[in-house]
């Protein structure tokens, strides 16, 4: 059989790759609008010290910002989207990066507004928001006009707008670190040598030779030992960063810092970790069926990556897999099926690996042009059907944002991002399950399921418990150091894995080598995400027309209401307990249905 090569971006067939001429024609063009926004930076700081002349110089700054800021919109979609199609294209890169120059220059000219728009009187500026005219305009001001009671003075703002690049040191040099300066020792799977990366090290951890996985975990983990007190220094950095500006923004906590913003009670987070507590016999009893699956008599922590059955073998082509998300998505109808399935086989998509693009998915678009979405699809792996499905959900929960609101609330938060996409993979998995072919294809789905409802819902919640004993152990006056935070991660292993679980003296590692952690309070998100989205899954597919609006709502709310709002109206209070309680429910009654079809 002929080893199948990677192509170069430009051997790759145009239908194959996204069409950009929606946000632009040629680079040409993206270059003149490059050049515009200099002076539509111009034309916006003009209005500096004038916000409160009149509601019709307020109103003219709010055009002249959106236009600037749709046109640096776009020139950064662009830009980005052709570096991510090759890295190695030299001339994408000086694209992005000076799109990236573009961004933080604009950033720093326009500092002055949104101290000046909170400078106005609020019965003034309230008054003036009852305008027709200030239509588009009334949720960004109310957004604007929650962060007042932490905003500064204009000096003060400025002063924390200049020690942001200096704050971002410590994920820099974790980043250098982890991706570029640590080595490791090579690794034989058993057919080869292979050299030890953060790549390789994910899928080693899954060979079916436990021996594999052994070498590969005490190899890599190594590394980190010798590396623990620069590790712990640069993690404790990071959190001494955000209990710093959580105290001068008059935060009563870095966590409330976090969540201000968006509207959300600390009780979510918290909520969060004590559902899951109580849920944690569930999980334990997992992890004895994996030992008992695999015939191992102690589970190690090299042993929970492994598929719990083998991959099948399926071969789903590109527009198989197109229609496969077109029956799954049948409850929401007609219209989103269609314009999914047009978006994923018309211009929306760069479907396949070539050299230099990066791995992975994801999606990204503007307010103008496609939803984008980028795959590395490949026929013999059903999990990239999912990825599919999942990264289909985001454009289309972006396409219905965009497409029913103004552009400055059209963005949706993160809080509210993975709904759509994880909700899709809950269709995808239900209908798969209902029509799989074989027992041996219902126990690799229902295995699958698991271990994704364990790295999405009870992994990162696991992570989120963790930032915030650090944090809080920063907040009480504790200094972090190696020790503290391995005896800290050590003991929240212990507690998710069960008696079950025998850990290695290099696993308390693992809480110093997760990126998301520089993005404090990030991860819980993943979490909460699930759990909405599985509760909303469950609500269209058994419900009516009443229950699929509610959904379409949310889709269509894009940035217009705070999360929790958009998600109520959808028909799930995140603010209680009970979709968090669902999942869970969900995942008990997988991990009966293993149990039932593996016999065990």
Excluded at 271 to 288: A, F, G, M
Excluded at 521 to 526: A, E, L, Q
Aim: charge should be negative.
């Amino acid at each position: 059989m002929a080893k199948k090569t990677i192509p170069n971006r430009s051997e790759v067939p145009a239908n194959d790759k996204w069409n950009l001429s929606t946000l632009y024609k040629t680079d040409d063009d993206w270059e003149q609008d490059l050049k515009t926004i200099d002076s539509l930076t111009n034309k916006f700081t003009s209005f500096k010290s004038h916000l409160k002349d009149s509601p019709e110089s307020l109103l003219q700054a709010l055009k002249a910002y959106e236009e600037l800021h749709k046109t640096l919109e776009k020139v950064y979609c662009y830009a980005s989207l052709q570096h991510t199609a090759d890295e190695s294209d030299h001339i994408a890169q000086d694209r992005e990066g000076r799109a990236m120059m573009a961004y933080a220059k604009v950033s720093a000219e326009t500092s002055f507004f949104s101290p000046e728009l909170m400078a106005i009187p609020d019965n003034k500026i309230n008054e003036w928001c009852k305008r027709i005219d200030f239509k588009d305009y009334k949720v960004f001001i109310e957004k604007a006009l929650h962060e007042k009671p932490y905003t500064l003075s204009e000096k003060e703002e400025r002063i924390l707008s200049l020690s942001s690049e200096a704050l971002q040191t410590p994920s820099n040099a974790f980043s250098l670190l982890e991706n570029v300066d640590l080595k490791f020792e090579n690794v034989n799977d058993g057919k080869k040598e292979v050299e030890l990366t953060q790549s390789t090290f994910s899928v080693l951890i899954r060979n079916e030779d436990r021996a594999v996985r052994k070498d590969a975990y005490k190899k890599f983990y190594k590394t980190f030992i010798e590396h623990q007190n620069v590790l712990a220094s640069l993690y404790a950095g990071s959190i001494n960063s955000d209990v710093f500006y959580s105290r001068a923004r008059g935060f009563s906590s870095s966590l409330e810092a976090s969540l201000y913003s968006n509207k959300v009670d600390k009780s979510v987070y918290l909520n969060l970790i004590e559902t899951v507590h109580k849920n944690l016999s569930v999980l334990h009893r997992y992890y004895s069926l994996r030992k008992k699956v695999l015939g191992l008599k102690e589970l190690r922590h090299y042993d929970v990556y492994v598929p719990l059955v083998k991959d099948m073998i399926t071969k789903t082509s590109y527009k198989q897999a197109v229609e496969l998300c077109r029956n799954a998505m049948s409850p929401l109808g007609n219209e989103y099926t269609d314009t999914l399935c047009n978006g994923l086989l018309n211009g929306w998509v760069d479907r396949y690996e070539n050299k230099g693009k990066r791995s992975g998915a994801f999606s990204s678009g503007a307010y103008t042009g496609y939803p984008y979405i980028l795959l590395n699809y490949k026929d013999d792996a059903i999990r990239d059907v999912f990825t599919m499905a999942h990264e289909g959900g985001h454009s289309m929960h972006s396409h219905y944002s965009k497409t029913n609101n103004p552009f400055l609330c059209y963005d949706y938060t993160i809080f509210e991002a993975e709904v759509a996409s994880t909700f899709n993979e809950e269709l995808l998995f239900q209908y798969l399950l209902k029509n799989a072919q074989s027992k041996e294809m219902k126990i690799y789905l229902l295995a699958m399921r698991s271990d994704d409802i364990i790295a999405t819902l009870h992994r990162q919640t696991m992570f989120a418990e963790f930032e915030l004993k650090a944090h809080k152990s920063v907040e009480d006056g504790i200094p972090l150091n190696a020790n503290l935070f391995k005896k800290m991660y050590r003991e929240l292993l212990e507690q998710y894995f069960g008696s079950e679980m025998v850990f290695e003296e290099e696993s308390d590692m693992e809480g110093l080598r997760i990126p998301h952690f520089y993005n404090a309070f990030y991860v819980y998100k993943y979490a909460t995400g699930i759990s909405a989205a599985l509760a909303l899954a469950k609500r269209v597919t058994q419900g009516g027309e009443k229950e699929r609006g509610d959904y379409f709502k949310f889709l269509k709310s894009g940035g217009s209401r705070y999360p929790l709002e958009s998600l109520k109206i959808a028909g799930v209070d995140m603010s209680s307990t009970e979709p968090v309680q669902d999942a869970l429910d969900t995942f008990a009654k997988i991990v009966e249905e293993l149990e039932s079809n593996l016999k065990i």
